[in-house]
C-alpha cells in the first residue's frame, strides 16, 4: 500500500488572472506559511521547493470578447507548462502551489505530454466544487478559472487548446470530476455532450464517498499516473472559508480526509495542484492548514490501525 515517492518538487505560481476575486496569487506562500514543505519532509520525503514562477502582474480589467486578461492567462501557464514539464523530465513529483485553477492548463498540458511520451495511462482527478467547464461563449463571468477542463479537451481559445502543441491535450474519458455542485446552465449542455464522468455532490450523497471514489478510481493501474488538481473549494466552505468562489455543501473534513487516503493507496499519484487558496478571505490560515493536513494524507498519511 505506501510507496516511496520521487523527489517533490514544489512550484509556486502566485497569480490571480483567472479568477474574479483578487487574493489566489497569495496562496504559495499560505502554503509555504502553513508548513506544507516541514509536513513532507516530516513523513521522509525529499522536497524541493523550486520558489515561485515570474509573471505579468494582474491588471485587474473588465473581461473582453468574454475573457478576462485572457493574454496573462496565457502567459502564466506558458511557464507554468515549462517548469512542470521539466520537474517531470528531472523525474520529479511536480506541486503546482496555485494561484487560481486556469493554471491546471499548463500543468496537466505538461503531465499529458509526459505522460504520451512515457507511455504511460492518464487520470486525472478534478476535485472542485466547480466543473471548470465554460467556454467564452456561455461563461456567466469571463473569468478563466472556469474554463480549464473546456480548454484541454479542445474548446476553448487557441492559445490555451494548444499550448503543448497539439489539441487536444486530455480526452473526456481521462478525467473524473469529484465534489461537483455549481454547473452555469450553458456549461452543463456542454458536460453532457464531451461526456465528462462526474461525481457531483447529489452522487456523493446517495452512494457515499468510498463507492464514488471507487468508481472514480475504476481503471487505474501499474501504468497509470494519477494527476490531482486539488481546487481548495472542493471542501465545504464552513471548514475551508479561505477560496474566492465558495460553494456550501461540500465534503466534510472525513469525507476529504478518505478521498486522499484512497487515492494514496493506488499509489500512483505523480503530480499535484493545489490551486485557489486564496488568504484574503480566510482566517488565519485555517484552509492553507487543512490544505496541508489534507496533502499530508495525498502522500500517504494515515490513521489506520491496519496499517
Ligand atoms: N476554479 C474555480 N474556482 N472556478 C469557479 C468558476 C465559477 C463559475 N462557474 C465561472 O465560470 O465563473
Ligand atoms: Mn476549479
Ligand atoms: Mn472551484
Redesign the pocket.
Known amino acids: 500500500m505506501s510507496r516511496t515517492f520521487p523527489q517533490i518538487a514544489l512550484i509556486g505560481a502566485p497569480t490571480d488572472v483567472g479568477a474574479?476575486h483578487r487574493g489566489a496569487s497569495m496562496g504559495p506562500e499560505a502554503l509555504r506559511v502553513a508548513g506544507l514543505g516541514e509536513a513532507l519532509r516530516a513523513r521522509g520525503l525529499d522536497v524541493l521547493d523550486t520558489g515561485n514562477l515570474l509573471g505579468p502582474a494582474n491588471p485587474w480589467q473588465p473581461p473582453t470578447a468574454g475573457y478576462r486578461h485572457l493574454d496573462q492567462v496565457v502567459e502564466w501557464n506558458r511557464r507554468v507548462m515549462e517548469a512542470v514539464a521539466s520537474q517531470l523530465r528531472f523525474g520529479r513529483l511536480p506541486v503546482m502551489l496555485g494561484g487560481?485553477?486556469c493554471l491546471a492548463v499548463g500543468s496537466i498540458t505538461a503531465v499529458a505530454a509526459h505522460c504520451r511520451a512515457t507511455g504511460r495511462k492518464l487520470r486525472v482527478l478534478w476535485l472542485?466544487a466547480?466543473a471548470?467547464f465554460?467556454t467564452c461563449e456561455v461563461?456567466?463571468?469571463g473569468?478563466c478559472?472556469?474554463m480549464p477542463v473546456a480548454c484541454l479537451c479542445g474548446l476553448g481559445p487557441r492559445p490555451l487548446t494548444h499550448l503543448g502543441g497539439d489539441a487536444p491535450a486530455l480526452q473526456p474519458g481521462e478525467i473524473r470530476q469529484i465534489g461537483i455542485r455549481?454547473v452555469?446552465p450553458g456549461?452543463k449542455k456542454l458536460v453532457k455532450e464531451y461526456g465528462l464522468d462526474v461525481y457531483d455532490m447529489r452522487h456523493i450523497d446517495e452512494v457515499g464517498m468510498k463507492r464514488a471514489m471507487e468508481e472514480a478510481l475504476a481503471g487505474v493501474d501499474d501504468e497509470t499516473h494519477i494527476h490531482v488538481s486539488f481546487?481548495v473549494?472542493f471542501l465545504d466552505p464552513v471548514i475551508a472559508p479561505g477560496v474566492?468562489?465558495t460553494i456550501p455543501g461540500g465534503p466534510t473534513y472525513r469525507e476529504a480526509q478518505l478521498v486522499m487516503e484512497m487515492i494514496a493507496d493506488t499509489g500512483r499519484m505523480g503530480s499535484l495542484d493545489i490551486v485557489?487558496l486564496n488568504p484574503a478571505f480566510d482566517d488565519h490560515n485555517r484552509t492553507g492548514l487543512l490544505a496541508v493536513d489534507l496533502v499530508e494524507s495525498l502522500f500517504g498519511k494515515s490513521t489506520l490501525m491496519r496499517d
Open positions: 474574479g487560481d485553477h472542485d466547480h471548470d465554460n461563461t456567466p463571468s473569468n478559472h472556469g455549481s452555469d456549461e481546487d473549494d474566492g468562489t485557489e
